[in-house]
């Protein structure tokens, strides 16, 4: 071999290993920028459920969000009807308080009315009763309605006391021995 042929064998080899490393460095390149890709399609992955856990979570906030106005309408509605039951009540109550306050004076002129019939029912049997002493009918006059000893309404009335029960017991001269008749 001439020594031509070894210069040219040599260029030959270092133009085979310039390319051959050229080929290793754009395989390395190429690989490189593949595992880039795929790490950047990783984390474009990873960012996007990140970004649809965020909205998920979002989504549960609103909808809490919404049960809780949702309960604070019912819960508004509840008490205004509350309320409106309350005022109708308080009405109903006021009407009945208003007839029994009418009632109460029919009442009053009714049980006056009873107790003048009461009392002029016992004047006139103190009247027409001839044990009845007149200490009796004193003491009445003290209870009358206006009189400045009169016994307040609310009290029982006073008890009468009358004459002695027989007419023996009113007139000494009357004989007090009992009359016995046998006939039959």
Sequence with gaps: MEPMD?????????IVAV???????VLALVMNSRGRAERRDRERHEKAEKLRAEAREAEIAAREQEARIAQERANAASAAAAAEQAQARAAQADVEARRAAEN?????????????????????????????????????????PGHADAVHADAPPTRREPAP??????DPEIRRTPVRDDRV
Excluded: C, F, N, S
Aim: glycine letters at 4%.
């Design 19 to 25: 390319v051959i490393v050229a080929i290793v460095v």
């Design 6 to 14: 070894t210069t040219v064998m040599w260029i030959i080899i270092g």
């Design 165 to 170: 029960a027989t007419r023996a017991d009113a």
């Design 104 to 144: 109460i004076g029919d009442h009053q002129a009714e049980a006056q009315e009873h107790r003048a019939q009461q009392e002029e029912a016992l004047r006139k049997a103190d009247d027409v009763d001839p044990y009845v002493t007149d200490d009796a009918r004193t003491d009445d006059v003290r209870t009358a």
